[in-house]
């Protein structure tokens, strides 16, 4: 049995629905993603399995028990938000103590508990400190160290990063990684950072207008979105709009708009005349001045329109004799100075048949 179950939960504001007969399954364990563009539901969403707002309709279960009309503070749930909300004129430890406190734990066990909790979040000989003679990374840790003091079954995290620098974003990243295969409890994680929720998650839940378009692993999020919404928002990603002309024994041949013909792979269900769009991520887009020809390639003329210096890569936007547009992606991974392709040079794009993933419209 899932550790939290949410049955077709619908809330309204007036005629608003911020969230729309969603259902998820989550395990014990798991570090689940709430992914969506401001405004989807995610963080409404998380508020009612807090407890801190209520559902017009449908269910939510924690390890087997209906959470209708219970507190959030009867639930064995802790939430850590984007502010941390620390109380300014406690220490760390006071700060992390306060739950203790509140449960009225004898004071040896606690003293015990709080030095676990901040060994656990590397924050040994912090205790005395206040939390603005804290960095922003160590704030965050002691509300992850809070939220966990009194060992709850389920941590939500409501945009614990998103007022970090990039940097340290990272960084605490892989600490929360660190702390959620260390101390095993299930996370509920609210980003609108796809980056973040890729590099975090068991898996994802995708989430627009209310409801969930996806939920899925990483990997077959980002390499087999089911929708066009999906894979726009889920990185970067070409789509192309077209039809399926003939259908085959493992490949299709598509007629994309503004491009003409082009090999695809056929995954069985779309029959000819079907309208839909290629999604196609540009790192699977090859680009050179001149490239090889290769049956199993889709190949294209044109000339770069722009580029993108980006650091680890370079991306490219090229306009084809068509007038379609493409973006292809090189690593800028040569030893020296990177060299780059320049606006209004001839070059030719091209991806394998596999490269790509049709979805109907």
Same mark, same amino acid.
Request: net charge neutral.
């Given at each position: 049995?899932?550790?939290? /179950? ?38 409404? !969403?998380?508020?009612? =399995?807090?407890?801190?707002? %209520? ?10 028990k209906d959470m209708t009309g219970i507190a959030p503070e009867a639930r064995n749930v802790h939430t850590v938000f984007q502010s941390y909300a620390l109380f300014p004129h406690m220490t760390v430890e006071q700060n992390i103590a306060f739950p203790l406190r509140m449960a009225r734990v004898d004071s040896m066990q606690l003293r015990a508990r709080v030095a676990q909790a901040l060994e656990q979040v590397q924050l040994g000989g912090f205790g ?16 992850? %160290? ?8 389920? !941590? ?39 980056? /973040?929720? !890729? ?20 990997? $077959? ?21 077209? /039809? ?18 082009? +090999? ?6 779309? %029959?000819?005349?079907?309208? &839909? ?6 790192? $699977? ?16 003329? &044109?000339? =770069? ?21 493409? /973006? ?5 991974? %040569?030893?020296? +100075? ?24």
């Amino acid at each position: 049995m899932a550790l939290l /179950e949410i049955h077709h939960v619908t809330r309204r504001f007036g005629d608003f629905a911020a969230v729309d007969g969603v259902s998820l399954s989550i395990a014990a364990g798991e570090f689940f993603t709430l992914l969506g563009p401001s405004g989807c539901g995610k963080t409404t !969403l998380l508020r009612m =399995v807090a407890g801190f707002d %209520a559902p017009d309709d449908g269910r939510i279960v924690l390890d087997g028990k209906d959470m209708t009309g219970i507190a959030p503070e009867a639930r064995n749930v802790h939430t850590v938000f984007q502010s941390y909300a620390l109380f300014p004129h406690m220490t760390v430890e006071q700060n992390i103590a306060f739950p203790l406190r509140m449960a009225r734990v004898d004071s040896m066990q606690l003293r015990a508990r709080v030095a676990q909790a901040l060994e656990q979040v590397q924050l040994g000989g912090f205790g005395r400190r206040y939390p603005n003679e804290l960095s922003g990374g160590q704030r965050q840790r002691v509300a992850v %160290a809070r939220a966990l003091i009194n060992r709850p079954k389920l !941590l939500l995290l409501d945009e614990p990063l998103a007022a970090l620098d990039a940097k340290l974003r990272e960084s605490m990243q892989l600490e929360l990684i660190r702390l959620q295969r260390e101390i095993g409890i299930a996370f509920v994680y609210v980003t609108h950072d796809q980056g /973040e929720a !890729l590099a975090l998650s068991h898996r994802i839940a995708v989430m627009n207008h209310g409801r969930v378009e996806q939920v899925d692993e990483p990997s $077959k999020i980002y390499g087999f979105p089911k929708n066009r919404f999906v894979a726009d928002f889920i990185g970067q990603c070409n789509l192309l709009g077209g /039809e399926v002309r003939t259908a085959g024994d493992g490949r299709m041949t598509l007629a994309l708009d503004g491009l003409g013909e082009v +090999r695809a792979v056929n995954a069985g269900k779309d %029959a000819p005349g079907t309208r &839909g769009v290629l999604a196609l991520r540009p790192e $699977k887009v090859a680009i050179g001045g001149e490239l090889g020809d290769d049956p199993a390639w889709n190949r294209f003329s &044109g000339k =770069v329109h722009d580029f993108l210096y980006l650091g680890d890569v370079t991306l490219y936007i090229v306009e084809l004799q068509s007038g379609t547009r493409i /973006e292809a992606m090189l690593p800028n991974s %040569a030893a020296g +100075r990177a060299t780059f392709f320049e606006p209004g040079d001839r070059v030719q794009v091209a991806w394998r048949f596999d490269a790509g993933h049709f979805l109907v419209d």
